[in-house]
């Protein structure tokens, strides 16, 4: 039986934040279902035989995605699926996950969409911490479910997508014996549509809610005001749609515009510059390092009709928009969001770019830099970002963690900040992230995308490290580019080139040469980890 009062699960209103709507002009009725109007209301609008579903040689119309969703939510119903029941989804970017997801949400059950690299353990945490009763798994990513599955008895429904198996039920072959005209479930505007788990940068993953009306908010929001999206454009990109990221740029905002996605089958470099050729994208959506990689294979050919690069999640470096925007013409819209607020609340808009810089603030957000009381800091000052609009945070049983991001109506999103007089933010690293070193503040992601401009640096990631004389200093560990080698000379000009271009005291007075960073599926570097000096071998 679906939970009736899965409303329980939310924190006490007076740990909100502030929530408006009415400043970004948004306004949906009290009755509304977002896989409804991310589908149906393409259909209404004359989209019916348009591609919304562009997979490999596949493509998948307005019309087919109504069909298929329905049907697999009849699936769904069919096994006990109802209002408020958490439903996992571990699947890679296909089609399937598509369904699966607008089919969650057309019931008016719970999306909790997890990372297909996720392991045995910490799959078992969000099983438990969301109480999952029912899982749509990919075959290939099935052996995780299994191992944990004896523990976590609640799972009773294991759905696969991808390759049968023995004992499965499989929901390709389910579907074609379900009904295609089952009715959206009449969902009010402020149920929940979505568990969002964050990517575990700084830790252990931690659940966030989301409502219907979120969903659509963050279209009208950064898609509608600062990319422009219109039903002609071709989205297409590598995060994971188990992330916000993801999620927003190649799902929620296509289909709020009746315009077109790619789900890419596997993610390299060379693959996803091709498919941005293949299929004439418009739009790609990708972390700051898959431009770089793209960059780096000096692949010919231009990108003729790509208007706009999106990317967030972690900081792009100033050398890397100027060589994209030389090597392709189009520009890279950097911003930053949060799974807490669900997407970008803050981001450049186009001809308006400011390399370096998130951008302004999305349309219908509030945004200031604070110090510690909450008062607003000055510009050019340091201080703490705080963000109120139509999205906020909400933990899922997180009541401590509720109570630090939440402070008086403001989401703390725990990034420091600066401004500048033309409103433009700038992040300089997050709040944990800072080194002091000998009574200096440094902030490391300053230092990481100087040694970028290096010629032999590929990647790099700046922490603090414990020293008895200054308390902490600057360490670099840095991947190299093929031809370079990792001695005492190259440690010397790394560190006489940040010298060069910053003030002396910030410069890395250790430099650890490493084959490779650790990153979380988003692309986020893991600066706690090296600040443990964990292994960095998986």
Not at 73 to 93: C, E, Y
Not at 107 to 134: F, N, Q, S
Request: aromatic letters at 10%; proline letters at 7%.
């Amino acid at each position: 039986m679906p939970d009736p009062d899965v409303n329980k699960f939310l924190p006490p209103l007076d740990l909100w934040p502030k929530r408006d709507f009415t400043a970004g002009g948004f306004s949906y009725p009290e009755k509304l279902n977002a896989a409804e109007e991310l589908v149906r209301r393409n259909l209404e609008s004359g989209f019916g035989s348009k591609v919304a579903i562009y997979y490999g040689r596949e493509q998948i119309t307005y019309r087919e995605l109504d069909r298929a969703v329905k049907q697999l939510a009849g699936v769904l119903a069919a096994r006990g699926v109802g209002k408020g029941d958490r439903v996992l989804l571990r699947l890679p970017n296909t089609p399937d996950f598509i369904y699966s997801w607008l089919a969650v949400i057309h019931l008016g059950a719970i999306a909790v969409a997890t990372v297909p690299l996720l392991r045995e353990r910490e799959m078992e945490k969000i099983l438990r911490d969301a109480e999952i009763k029912t899982a749509i798994v990919e075959s290939g990513f099935l052996a995780e479910i299994e191992k944990v599955r004896e523990r976590v008895p609640e799972l009773k429904n294991v759905l696969l997508s991808g390759e049968k198996r023995a004992g499965y039920p499989h929901i390709r072959e389910l579907m074609t014996q379900a009904s295609s005209d089952r009715e959206a479930e009449q969902t009010r505007r402020d149920d929940i549509a979505v568990l969002a788990y964050t990517s575990g940068s700084t830790g252990d993953p931690k659940g966030t809610i989301h409502f219907h009306e979120d969903i659509l908010a963050i279209a009208d929001g950064v898609a509608q005001n600062n990319m422009g999206f219109r039903p002609e454009d071709i989205c297409a990109g590598h995060p994971t749609l188990a992330f916000t990221f993801g999620l927003g740029g190649l799902l929620v905002f296509p289909f709020r515009f009746g315009a077109s996605t790619v789900m890419l089958e596997r993610f390299t470099p060379r693959a996803m510059l091709q498919t941005l050729k293949d299929y004439k994208a418009s739009v790609a959506f990708c972390a700051p390092t898959c431009f770089h990689m793209m960059l780096d294979l000096n692949e010919p050919g231009d990108l003729p009709h790509l208007r706009l690069g999106v990317t967030g999640g972690a900081s792009l470096p100033p050398v890397t928009y100027r060589r994209w925007q030389e090597r392709y013409g189009s520009e890279l819209l950097e911003g930053i969001g949060a799974t807490e607020l669900l997407h970008m609340f803050i981001c450049n808009y186009p001809g308006e770019v400011k390399p370096g810089s998130c951008g302004r603030v999305v349309k219908g957000y509030e945004a200031a830099v604070v110090d510690e009381s909450l008062n607003p800091v000055s510009p050019g000052e340091e201080g703490l970002l705080a963000v109120r609009g139509p999205t906020g945070c909400r933990y899922w049983k997180k009541l401590d963690r509720q109570q630090e991001y939440v402070q008086g109506g403001w989401n703390l999103t725990g990034d420091v900040f600066t401004y500048d007089t033309e409103g433009y933010f700038w992040f300089r690293c997050r709040r944990d992230d800072i080194i002091v070193s000998a009574g200096y503040n440094i902030a490391g992601p300053e230092v990481e995308n100087v040694l970028l401009e290096h010629p032999a640096v590929q990647e790099a990631a700046v922490v603090g490290v414990p020293d008895t004389l200054r308390g902490q200093v600057v360490k670099a560990f840095v991947v190299l580019r093929s031809g370079f080698s990792g001695d005492e000379k190259t440690v010397a000009q790394l560190q006489e080139f940040v010298k060069q271009e910053l003030a002396p005291y910030k410069y890395p007075r250790q430099v650890e040469f490493v084959p490779e960073l650790p990153h979380t599926p988003t692309g986020k570097i893991q600066h706690f980890r090296l600040r443990r000096q964990e292994p960095l071998a998986p």
